[in-house]
T-cell receptor, first 123, second 107 residues
Protein backbone atom coordinates (compact mmCIF):
# COMPACT_ATOMS: atom_id res chain seq x y z
CA UNK A 1 0.00 0.00 0.00
CA UNK A 2 1.46 3.34 -1.04
CA UNK A 3 1.96 5.87 1.74
CA UNK A 4 2.59 9.59 1.70
CA UNK A 5 5.02 10.59 4.44
CA UNK A 6 5.05 14.26 5.32
CA UNK A 7 7.58 16.39 7.16
CA UNK A 8 7.00 17.39 10.75
CA UNK A 9 5.41 20.32 12.51
CA UNK A 10 7.05 23.73 12.29
CA UNK A 11 6.65 27.11 13.93
CA UNK A 12 7.32 30.14 11.78
CA UNK A 13 7.28 33.88 12.29
CA UNK A 14 5.03 36.17 10.22
CA UNK A 15 6.68 37.06 6.91
CA UNK A 16 8.77 33.89 6.81
CA UNK A 17 8.45 30.98 4.38
CA UNK A 18 7.89 27.28 4.96
CA UNK A 19 8.60 24.27 2.78
CA UNK A 20 6.68 21.06 3.49
CA UNK A 21 7.72 17.76 1.99
CA UNK A 22 5.66 14.73 0.98
CA UNK A 23 7.51 11.51 0.18
CA UNK A 24 5.75 8.66 -1.61
CA UNK A 25 6.64 5.09 -0.81
CA UNK A 26 6.59 2.58 -3.63
CA UNK A 27 7.96 3.07 -7.14
CA UNK A 28 5.14 4.75 -9.05
CA UNK A 29 5.87 8.33 -8.03
CA UNK A 30 5.92 9.59 -11.60
CA UNK A 31 2.31 8.49 -12.10
CA UNK A 32 0.95 10.61 -9.27
CA UNK A 33 -1.09 13.74 -9.36
CA UNK A 34 -0.28 15.20 -5.96
CA UNK A 35 -2.58 17.79 -4.45
CA UNK A 36 -2.08 20.00 -1.44
CA UNK A 37 -4.99 20.76 0.85
CA UNK A 38 -4.88 22.71 4.08
CA UNK A 39 -7.13 22.81 7.12
CA UNK A 40 -7.08 25.71 9.57
CA UNK A 41 -8.10 24.89 13.15
CA UNK A 42 -11.80 24.02 13.27
CA UNK A 43 -12.22 24.80 9.59
CA UNK A 44 -12.95 22.93 6.40
CA UNK A 45 -10.52 21.71 3.76
CA UNK A 46 -9.04 24.20 1.33
CA UNK A 47 -7.43 23.17 -1.94
CA UNK A 48 -4.10 24.87 -2.64
CA UNK A 49 -2.82 23.35 -5.87
CA UNK A 50 -1.51 20.25 -7.55
CA UNK A 51 1.60 18.97 -9.29
CA UNK A 52 1.96 16.25 -11.88
CA UNK A 53 4.82 14.26 -10.43
CA UNK A 54 5.77 12.94 -13.86
CA UNK A 55 6.20 16.13 -15.88
CA UNK A 56 6.19 18.75 -13.12
CA UNK A 57 3.17 20.65 -14.43
CA UNK A 58 1.43 22.65 -11.73
CA UNK A 59 -1.86 24.43 -11.12
CA UNK A 60 -2.52 26.75 -8.22
CA UNK A 61 -5.48 28.16 -6.37
CA UNK A 62 -5.92 31.86 -7.08
CA UNK A 63 -6.65 32.27 -3.37
CA UNK A 64 -2.94 32.26 -2.55
CA UNK A 65 -1.99 34.94 -5.08
CA UNK A 66 1.39 33.56 -6.04
CA UNK A 67 2.54 32.68 -2.52
CA UNK A 68 2.51 28.93 -3.18
CA UNK A 69 5.07 26.99 -5.21
CA UNK A 70 4.90 23.24 -5.79
CA UNK A 71 7.95 21.29 -6.87
CA UNK A 72 9.08 17.70 -6.92
CA UNK A 73 12.26 15.61 -6.86
CA UNK A 74 11.57 12.44 -8.81
CA UNK A 75 14.79 10.76 -7.67
CA UNK A 76 13.68 11.17 -4.07
CA UNK A 77 9.99 10.45 -4.81
CA UNK A 78 9.22 13.64 -2.93
CA UNK A 79 6.97 16.60 -3.57
CA UNK A 80 7.32 19.96 -1.89
CA UNK A 81 4.96 22.80 -1.06
CA UNK A 82 6.50 26.17 -0.29
CA UNK A 83 4.35 28.97 1.13
CA UNK A 84 5.85 32.45 1.44
CA UNK A 85 4.96 35.66 3.27
CA UNK A 86 3.36 33.71 6.07
CA UNK A 87 0.68 35.30 8.23
CA UNK A 88 -1.22 34.07 11.26
CA UNK A 89 -4.13 32.97 9.05
CA UNK A 90 -1.82 30.42 7.44
CA UNK A 91 -1.70 28.43 10.68
CA UNK A 92 -3.10 25.07 9.59
CA UNK A 93 -2.48 21.41 8.96
CA UNK A 94 -1.16 20.97 5.44
CA UNK A 95 -1.96 17.70 3.68
CA UNK A 96 -0.66 16.18 0.51
CA UNK A 97 -3.05 13.79 -1.20
CA UNK A 98 -2.91 11.62 -4.28
CA UNK A 99 -5.69 12.12 -6.81
CA UNK A 100 -6.93 8.89 -8.32
CA UNK A 101 -8.71 9.00 -11.65
CA UNK A 102 -10.70 5.88 -12.50
CA UNK A 103 -10.56 5.66 -16.30
CA UNK A 104 -13.49 3.22 -16.39
CA UNK A 105 -15.97 5.27 -14.43
CA UNK A 106 -14.47 8.74 -14.75
CA UNK A 107 -14.57 9.13 -10.99
CA UNK A 108 -11.75 11.04 -9.38
CA UNK A 109 -11.02 11.35 -5.70
CA UNK A 110 -8.23 11.57 -3.14
CA UNK A 111 -7.38 7.96 -2.39
CA UNK A 112 -4.24 8.42 -0.28
CA UNK A 113 -3.56 11.20 2.20
CA UNK A 114 -0.47 12.08 4.16
CA UNK A 115 -0.87 12.45 7.92
CA UNK A 116 -0.56 16.21 7.65
CA UNK A 117 2.04 18.77 8.71
CA UNK A 118 1.05 21.35 11.31
CA UNK A 119 2.42 24.77 10.47
CA UNK A 120 2.01 27.41 13.16
CA UNK A 121 2.62 31.05 12.33
CA UNK A 122 3.22 33.09 15.44
CA UNK A 123 5.40 35.98 16.52
CA UNK B 1 -15.17 28.03 -8.28
CA UNK B 2 -18.07 25.70 -7.50
CA UNK B 3 -19.41 26.31 -4.00
CA UNK B 4 -20.48 23.34 -1.90
CA UNK B 5 -22.95 23.91 0.93
CA UNK B 6 -23.55 21.25 3.56
CA UNK B 7 -26.25 21.03 6.15
CA UNK B 8 -26.51 20.74 9.01
CA UNK B 9 -23.15 21.98 10.30
CA UNK B 10 -23.48 19.68 13.31
CA UNK B 11 -25.69 16.80 14.27
CA UNK B 12 -26.24 15.01 17.57
CA UNK B 13 -27.57 11.49 17.37
CA UNK B 14 -27.85 8.24 19.32
CA UNK B 15 -26.40 4.84 18.64
CA UNK B 16 -28.65 2.96 16.23
CA UNK B 17 -30.26 6.06 14.74
CA UNK B 18 -30.36 7.05 11.08
CA UNK B 19 -28.95 10.39 10.00
CA UNK B 20 -28.81 12.24 6.72
CA UNK B 21 -26.38 14.96 5.69
CA UNK B 22 -27.13 17.03 2.62
CA UNK B 23 -24.79 18.77 0.22
CA UNK B 24 -25.73 21.29 -2.43
CA UNK B 25 -23.55 22.40 -5.35
CA UNK B 26 -23.70 25.91 -6.78
CA UNK B 27 -23.97 24.43 -10.27
CA UNK B 28 -24.74 21.02 -11.72
CA UNK B 29 -21.94 18.50 -11.21
CA UNK B 30 -23.65 15.34 -12.44
CA UNK B 31 -22.62 12.59 -10.03
CA UNK B 32 -19.07 13.92 -9.51
CA UNK B 33 -19.48 14.05 -5.76
CA UNK B 34 -17.31 12.43 -3.09
CA UNK B 35 -17.86 12.01 0.64
CA UNK B 36 -15.01 11.87 3.15
CA UNK B 37 -14.94 11.04 6.84
CA UNK B 38 -12.46 12.79 9.11
CA UNK B 39 -12.09 11.42 12.61
CA UNK B 40 -10.68 13.79 15.26
CA UNK B 41 -6.99 14.46 14.72
CA UNK B 42 -6.79 12.32 11.59
CA UNK B 43 -6.60 12.88 7.85
CA UNK B 44 -9.80 12.48 5.83
CA UNK B 45 -10.62 9.12 4.32
CA UNK B 46 -12.84 8.43 1.32
CA UNK B 47 -16.24 6.92 2.00
CA UNK B 48 -18.11 7.32 -1.27
CA UNK B 49 -17.18 8.41 -4.79
CA UNK B 50 -19.34 9.19 -7.77
CA UNK B 51 -22.20 10.17 -5.47
CA UNK B 52 -23.12 6.61 -4.46
CA UNK B 53 -20.19 4.18 -4.96
CA UNK B 54 -19.08 2.86 -1.59
CA UNK B 55 -15.34 2.48 -1.17
CA UNK B 56 -14.01 -0.99 -0.41
CA UNK B 57 -14.02 -1.63 3.32
CA UNK B 58 -16.59 1.04 4.16
CA UNK B 59 -19.53 -0.38 6.14
CA UNK B 60 -22.76 -0.79 4.22
CA UNK B 61 -24.60 1.42 6.71
CA UNK B 62 -23.17 4.34 4.73
CA UNK B 63 -24.92 5.26 1.50
CA UNK B 64 -24.92 8.17 -0.91
CA UNK B 65 -27.52 9.54 -3.28
CA UNK B 66 -28.28 12.45 -5.56
CA UNK B 67 -27.20 14.05 -8.80
CA UNK B 68 -27.04 17.47 -10.35
CA UNK B 69 -26.89 19.89 -7.45
CA UNK B 70 -28.47 17.98 -4.55
CA UNK B 71 -26.75 15.14 -2.73
CA UNK B 72 -27.10 13.23 0.51
CA UNK B 73 -25.05 10.98 2.75
CA UNK B 74 -27.10 8.65 4.94
CA UNK B 75 -25.82 6.62 7.86
CA UNK B 76 -28.21 3.98 9.14
CA UNK B 77 -27.72 2.30 12.51
CA UNK B 78 -25.12 4.86 13.64
CA UNK B 79 -22.23 3.39 15.61
CA UNK B 80 -19.91 5.05 18.12
CA UNK B 81 -17.00 4.90 15.68
CA UNK B 82 -18.96 7.14 13.28
CA UNK B 83 -18.08 10.10 15.50
CA UNK B 84 -16.39 12.33 12.93
CA UNK B 85 -16.78 15.27 10.60
CA UNK B 86 -18.10 14.51 7.13
CA UNK B 87 -17.19 16.49 4.04
CA UNK B 88 -18.60 16.48 0.54
CA UNK B 89 -16.30 17.35 -2.36
CA UNK B 90 -17.18 18.10 -5.94
CA UNK B 91 -14.89 16.36 -8.43
CA UNK B 92 -16.46 17.90 -11.54
CA UNK B 93 -13.94 20.62 -12.19
CA UNK B 94 -10.80 22.15 -10.72
CA UNK B 95 -10.50 23.30 -8.01
CA UNK B 96 -12.02 20.28 -6.29
CA UNK B 97 -13.89 22.18 -3.62
CA UNK B 98 -15.20 20.89 -0.29
CA UNK B 99 -18.26 21.63 1.76
CA UNK B 100 -17.80 23.21 5.16
CA UNK B 101 -18.30 19.90 6.95
CA UNK B 102 -20.89 18.29 9.20
CA UNK B 103 -19.79 17.27 12.67
CA UNK B 104 -21.54 14.16 13.94
CA UNK B 105 -21.80 13.85 17.69
CA UNK B 106 -22.95 10.77 19.54
CA UNK B 107 -25.23 11.38 22.51
Amino acid sequence: QVQLVQSGAEVKKPGASVKVSCRASGNLFNTYSLHWVRQAPGQSLQWMGWINAGNGNTHYSHHFQGRVTLTRDTAASTAYMELTSLRSEDTAVYYCASLYHDLLTGHQYYDIWGLGSLITVSS
Amino acid sequence: DIQMTQSPSSLSTSIGDRVTITCRASQSIGTSLNWYQQRPGKAPTLLICGAFTLQSGVPSRFSGSGSGTEFALTITNVQREDLATYYCQQAFTSPLTFGQGTRLEIK
